[in-house]
């Protein structure tokens, strides 16, 4: 079974640009969830979806956001791009949204905001 | 609310010497403790998990933790490790209830040497 992809793998933006991230999940999977990777503030989760709705959300600003699609997959958005909003940022997808379900990451996008 | 400590940010051990990394946590429910290994440039890999069943977790390559409620820990172990093993190492607390979103400890980076 194929493990979670995310497209693309870097980017390179400057600020105030936006741009758009796209996970896909393990088939079957039908819960993603994004995290934001930076040395200093660590894996921080952003928004969990699943069943096409937004389940949870982080602490981060209404310039992040996202959407998951009838066939799972899930986009995020970053608008108004910031210096700080370079990361790693990961997708992660699981059968349901369960305190006991594993899940399983991809690969990450690494955006560098110049 | 749900949180991890690890207690070593940098562990340095000898090829074929045990491996302890030590991982805390804190919780209101009764808690999904997981492992997470990441390799230089890659994706997160869960290297095991606990779920309330049994309190030793065997997981892969070798790696087990045990589930100490008493002292609030789930420290991973290695009875040798292996070059191989050199990684950045996560514990994780589920946020539990409905949610299903992780909560990273700030990783623990494991050096291996000859």
């Known amino acids: 079974k194929a493990g979670v992809t995310q497209t693309p793998r870097y980017l390179i933006k400057t600020r105030g640009q936006q741009v758009t991230l796209s996970c896909s999940p393990i088939?079957?999977?039908?819960?993603v969830s994004w995290y934001q990777q930076t040395p200093g503030q660590g894996l921080q989760f952003l928004f969990e979806y699943f069943s096409e709705t937004q389940r949870n959300k982080g602490n981060f600003p209404g310039r992040f956001s996202g959407r998951q699609f009838s066939n799972s997959r899930s986009e995020m958005n970053v608008s108004t791009l910031e210096l700080g909003d370079s990361a790693l940022y990961l997708c992660?997808?699981?059968?349901?949204?369960?305190?006991?379900?594993?899940?399983?990451f991809g690969p990450g996008t690494r955006l560098l905001v110049l | 609310a749900q949180s991890v400590t690890q207690l070593d940010s940098h562990v340095s051990v000898s090829e074929g010497t045990p491996v302890l990394l030590r991982c805390n946590y804190s919780?209101?429910?009764?808690?999904?403790l997981f492992w997470y290994v990441q390799h230089p440039n890659k994706g997160l890999q869960l290297l095991l998990k606990y779920t309330s069943a049994a309190t030793l977790v065997k997981g892969i390559n070798g790696f087990e933790a045990e589930f100490k409620k008493s002292e609030t820990s789930f420290h991973l172990t290695k009875p040798s490790a292996h070059m191989s093993d050199a990684a950045e190492y996560f514990c994780v607390v589920s946020h539990g209830g409905s949610q299903g979103n992780l909560i990273f400890g700030k990783g623990t980076k494991l050096s291996v040497k000859p």
């Open positions: 992660a997808s699981s059968l349901a949204i369960s305190a006991q379900e594993t899940q399983y």
């Open positions: 088939s079957g999977h039908r819960s």
């Open positions: 919780s209101s429910y009764s808690p999904s």
